[in-house]
């Protein structure tokens, strides 16, 4: 697959949102040390209708529309006096829009549902880290030779997460469609919601969890050359699995603790981590509702708190599975008001000495109910949901649940896991997925 790109097209605003310059101040969550990453990601479009429109030529006004509320996609970040990251919005601010061509079918390349990656790297903007700053928000239409195409977009973390990001897109995407009624109006007023107590008062398990290390930075660890591979995961597998521990344990346990409890085991022996090292399953939790009071249905701002369950590797490794789905479930319950009152506190005390979760850290995370389908913009939701980082949650080596290409043909029964690890990892690793698709659980 090669990808010719026609023009980097510059798109502002369809209406001017603001009359003078000015900052907005970002939360104390959008500045989390382990959010200082560009999050690239792409979704994948069929041409079902055979309509001649031109992807590019759809979606470009849509987005212009769409930023005139959703204008601090358009800004620039940089560092505030206290060091946190703020956002300067200026009259003539833009945002990037590639316009692209790849010289092939996405029937040709299975809908990437199990692509190259290298590959596949070309349909993502990839800015450097001084052009992230300037222009935190990057996309990138490619169109293919069938008419499909794909949205790519780089996007800085501490502007939103991906149901933010999703919020914007649904909006974009309703407006291409001719929708022009908004669902709601976007919110920032991000510090005032979610700002610190007064006075601060970091309490409870966010200390177990989190220390200060000045200077760490997880995204620079040497971990060795990360590779990313795809792995299927059959219903019936997972079913059996579910039901041989509920015989053992008795617990009722979803498949984010269960399946995510047998990778972190699988990727920590694969790594050979030693056995006195504390290991940590990092994931985010939804937090919206969760504080008090909810956010508004507009907050578009970072609205997830990284939660975590950690053990020694000796014991990961040889206590029963259910022990360590179990410990994932427990660690759900931290999940608070207060938890999400204390990380902010303890951010507002200590961000300059470096806050982290440390070594160790695998990341999960879940897309296939995160809303994708709904971003539409005339031919159809998109068939094919892909991340790109490898930098997430603390973690180079992250993992993401994924729903199957809804064009795959073959593949309705269950999911993929598409794993980031170290690349003389992964063989043991692809081993220990190999028994699971044989029901050798070793449990």
Aim: charged share 20%; with cysteine.
């Amino acid at each position: 697959m090669k990808v010719q790109v026609t023009e980097t097209a510059l798109i502002r605003p369809s209406t001017v949102p603001f009359a003078d310059d000015h900052t907005l101040a970002l939360s104390h969550l959008d500045n989390d040390h382990s959010l200082n990453v560009t999050f690239r990601y792409l979704r994948a479009y069929v041409n079902s209708t055979n309509t001649d429109r031109n992807p590019f030529q759809v979606i470009s006004p849509a987005i212009a529309t769409a930023l005139h509320h959703y204008y601090p996609l358009a800004g620039s970040l940089r560092r505030a006096s206290n060091g946190r990251y703020e956002l300067l919005c200026q009259v003539d601010q833009s945002l990037p829009l590639v316009n692209a061509s790849a010289d092939c079918t996405l029937e040709s390349v299975n809908y990437l549902d199990d692509p190259d990656m290298n590959s596949v790297e070309q349909l993502v903007p990839d800015p450097s880290p001084e052009e992230t700053l300037l222009n935190p928000c990057a996309l990138q239409v490619t169109v293919f030779k069938c008419g499909g195409f794909t949205l790519g977009a780089a996007i800085h973390n501490a502007l939103c997460d991906g149901l933010g990001a999703t919020q914007f897109f649904c909006m974009a995407a309703d407006l291409a469609r001719g929708v022009d009624q908004i669902k709601f109006q976007p919110v920032w007023d991000r510090a005032a919601l979610l700002g610190p107590r007064n006075p601060p008062r970091p309490e409870g398990p966010v200390r177990e969890f989190l220390s200060l290390e000045k200077g760490f930075n997880p995204y620079k660890q040497d971990v060795g050359h990360v590779v990313r591979a795809c792995f299927y995961v059959e219903d019936e597998c997972l079913d059996q699995l579910k039901s041989l521990l509920f015989e053992q344990c008795g617990l009722g346990l979803t498949t984010f603790e269960i399946l995510g409890a047998y990778i972190w085991r699988a990727k920590v022996k694969a790594s050979k981590n030693p056995g006195d090292e504390i290991v940590k399953y990092s994931y985010l939790m939804n937090i919206r509702k969760i504080v008090k009071p909810p956010l508004p249905p507009g907050y578009w701002g970072n609205g997830c708190v990284a939660m975590y369950a950690k053990v020694s590797a000796k014991d990961l490794t040889e206590q029963p599975l259910w022990k360590t789905a179990e410990l994932i479930k427990k660690s759900k319950s931290n999940a608070s008001d207060e938890y999400v009152r204390s990380f902010i506190d303890l951010q507002e005390l200590h961000y300059e000495e470096g806050i982290t979760a440390g070594k160790g850290v695998s990341g999960f995370t879940d897309w296939r109910h995160l809303g994708h389908s709904a971003v539409d913009f005339g031919w159809g939701g998109p068939v094919t949901v892909l991340p790109l980082s490898t930098n997430f949650l603390g973690s180079m080596e992250p993992c993401f649940f994924l729903p199957y290409s809804s064009s795959s043909t073959g593949k309705n029964k269950g999911f993929k896991v598409l794993v980031s690890l170290c690349e003389t990892a992964m063989p043991a690793f692809k081993e220990e997925m190999e028994k699971f698709s044989r029901k050798e659980f070793d449990i």
